[in-house]
Every structure is written in C-alpha cells, then in structure tokens.
C-alpha cells in the first residue's frame, strides 16, 4: 500500500454541509470522486474524478470501475444517505472492505429495520407499511392517534408528519406517497407509533463487528406537526451516553451492520431509549463537524480508515461541547436581504448562508422541506452543552434576513 492510499469517494454532496469531510479525508488519502457534476470546490482535494449518473446503479459501477482501473484503491465510502446501498456493491465488486449491500438495504428500508429490531427485542415505534390511504386509517386506529406518517425510504424528515386524528390524515397521506414514490428501497408509507420524549441522535463506529459509541448528540425539533430539525449539541461528558449505548449496540447488531459509521436516532420515552431509524452514515448538518470540537474524534477520517480495513483511533483528544443553529425565516417569500451583524467572538466557530437575495425559500409549514426553507447555520463551542446551545441562540440573533411575502402571505 503506497504511503498516502487512494480512496474512492462516492458524491462529496454539498461543499456548506459536507465539505468539511472531504477536506478531512484528502488530509490522509489522495481521493478520486465519483460525482454527479463536474468539480468545482472540491477540486484542490481531489486527484482523480468521473461525473457519472448517481441515481443509474450501472453507469456507478462501471464508472467506479474505470476509476480502479486508473488507481489502486484501498477503499471506497460515501456519506451521501441516497448512495450507501450502490456504494457497498461497487466495494464488493472491487473486493474492497463494506458492510454487505444487502444490510445497507435494509437500513435504507425503515420497514424492514423496524422488523428486524422486532425479531431482535430492540425497543423501537410500532409500524405498519401500507399502500392506501384506507390502509393507513386502519393502521392508525388499531395504533392510537397520534401517529407518524412517512415514506419507507427516504431522508431528512420529507413527507413526514405527525397526524393527531383521522382529519388530518388524508393530507399526511398523500405528502408521504408523494416522497415515498421518489424511493428506490420502497415506495410504500409507514404509519408508526408516536414515540413521546426529547429526541437525540447516537454517533457510533463500528469495525470488524465491534461497535464503539462516541457521543450523542441532543435535538431541537420543530412543533408538529413537522419534524424539521432546528438545531444540534454534542457534549463529550453528555451522561446519556451510557444510557443509550446498548440499545445503539443493539440497533445495530440487529441490522448486522459490521463496519463504518452510524447515526442512530431515538426518541427517549419516560427516560427509557426507542429506536427511530438507523441511518448507515456519517450524520448531516455538520454533527461530525460537532463531535470533533467537543472530543476531537474525527469520524470522517474513522469512516475512511474503516472502508481501507484499518482500525480508527477513537482516542477523544479534548472534553468540551458545541452546538449548531440552523437558520430559517420567519415566513416563506423572496429573499431580499441576509446578513450576520453580530459579534464574532473566538466561541462562533463559524457563520454560514447556504442561500442568496433572489432566492426562494418555501418553509415545511407551506409544503417546503429543510432543502427549500433553511437558509444556513452557525455554530458555537463552550464547556458544556447547555452553554453552548445559549450562545447559538445568541449568536442567531444576529443573522438578519428579510424577505418580501407572496401576495396572499399574512403579514
């Protein structure tokens, strides 16, 4: 193996949320990508590339191909939530280490996680797949409103919903199937138990079958009956680590997940941990970004030496927090005006817009998602988690955008 091993990574994604992890893997490894558009921002951490389809299986694996062809490989990984299953295959044809593609299905497939934590006694929601809205009626009386409606293979809480009685259901229904349509795992939609308690997620590693928990991480979530995530906080002394670490064990043996890195998100019901969905990948909205600063474990550079076969050090380097803020209007329109005219003090780790003046932003509340309605993020560190989700909610309110509303809006 040469000194600085070459690793294949599949879609780099966004360069605001996930450019941190490319940065952090070309710091190690050369990196070739496979893209679905011609590099731009990551080209000073690339060596090699090919733009290739990503939603065509074959055209990946032959383009993958091509690219082993070019370079020896050590390994191949992807955080993209859509390529984790086209990813594992393309490694197996190469004979390159991953977590079986038919495992990786099956986390994609929330209905086929929730039998498999049933067969195993992981505590997890009660839930039913079901094809009509009729179905869906059914499943929800014989579970008790409320209920949570969502499509069987999808990401980042689109299409789902809270339903609190029957007259909201035939609306929760239809935005569901719509998303649901869009799987390629399943288009069918889950009607599942409302799991009642704050909400986390548990950032896990997993090498050769041994699986370490590293940090959990605390949620703020939108009020119904949308799920929209509005903010984050890791805390590297955070107790309910070890609350939840053999249940995130559990999860994941019951997947028969044997390597990588996992974002598991619960519910904690009277105290007590329920599963909500595994998701077989580096976590969104900068949470890696998160754990590095409260315990200097880096998972993206985990997650590539994992996909080479080689243990990750795991050892935390500091014992501190921070938190992410993630930003959105007060109302759906044109973006006319965003700024940051706050302090900048050495706690805020950085402010970022994802949009400009001229945008459209639609949130959840009027049929957008968190990929139409945000409009950034900034985060902070402290000592604690407590304080360092203060100081985000200090600093956003600093952040000023204003935008003109669509006529009809209410002012």
């Known amino acids: ?42 080209k000073p951490h690339i060596t090699d590339h090919a733009v290739v389809n990503l939603s065509d299986p074959a055209a990946l694996l032959a383009a993958g191909r091509a690219l082993a062809g070019r370079h020896d490989l050590a390994g191949v990984m992807t955080w993209d939530e859509w390529s984790v ?40 929601a009660a839930s039913v797949s079901v094809r009509t809205r009729q179905e869906a009626e059914a499943a929800a009386e014989r579970i008790g409103y ?3 409606l969502k ?37 069918s939609v889950l009607v599942e138990e409302f799991l009642d308690g704050p909400e986390i997620s548990v950032e896990c590693v997993t090498y050769r079958g041994a699986t370490t928990v590293v940090a959990v991480n605390r ?8 799920f929209e ?3 984050h906080s890791v805390d590297a002394d955070d107790p309910l680590r070890e609350t939840v670490a053999p249940t995130a064990r559990a999860a994941i043996n019951a997947l028969g997940i044997t390597d990588g890195v996992s974002h598991i998100e619960m519910r904690l019901v009277e105290g007590r941990p329920r599963l909500i969905e595994v998701n077989a990948r580096l976590a969104g909205d900068m949470i890696g970004h998160l754990v590095r600063l409260a315990t200097g474990i880096d998972l993206v550079r985990a997650a590539a030496e994992i996909g080479c076969d080689r243990a990750p050090d795991l050892t935390p380097t500091r014992s501190s927090a921070a938190a992410i803020r993630l930003l959105y209007p007060d109302t759906s329109g044109t973006l006319t005006r965003l700024t ?3 302090p900048c003090p050495t706690w805020l780790d ?9 945008d459209q932003l639609l949130l959840p509340a009027d049929g957008g998602n968190l990929y139409t309605g945000r409009i950034g993020y900034l985060i902070t560190t402290a000592a604690t988690g407590q304080q360092a989700r203060a100081r985000a909610e200090r600093a956003a309110r600093g952040v000023v955008a204003v935008l003109d509303q669509p006529p009809g809006t209410a002012a």
């Open 350 to 358: 950085r402010v970022q817009f994802q949009c400009r003046p001229g």
């Open 151 to 187: 499509p069987a293979s999808h990401a980042g809480a689109i299409g789902v919903r809270r339903v609190d009685d029957r007259g909201q259901l035939t609306a929760a229904y239809q935005a569901a199937e719509r998303t649901a349509g869009q799987g390629t795992e399943s288009t």
């Open 85 to 124: 299953v086209p990813t594992a295959r393309l490694a197996r044809q190469l004979g390159l280490p991953t977590t079986a593609p038919e495992v990786m299905q099956g986390c994609r497939n929330k209905a086929t996680a929730r039998s498999l934590f049933a067969r195993h006694g992981v505590p997890s």
């Open 146 to 148: 409320p209920v949570v």
């Open 229 to 231: 995530q509005l903010a």
């Open 219 to 226: 949620k703020t979530i939108s009020p119904p009956p949308h």
């Open 1 to 42: 193996m040469p000194a600085r091993p070459v690793v294949l990574v599949v879609a780099p994604g966004d360069e605001s949320y996930r450019g941190y992890c490319l940065e952090q893997v070309a710091a190690a490894y050369d990196v070739v990508l496979l893209t679905g558009a011609e590099p731009s921002w990551e």
């Open 340 to 342: 940051y005219d706050g």
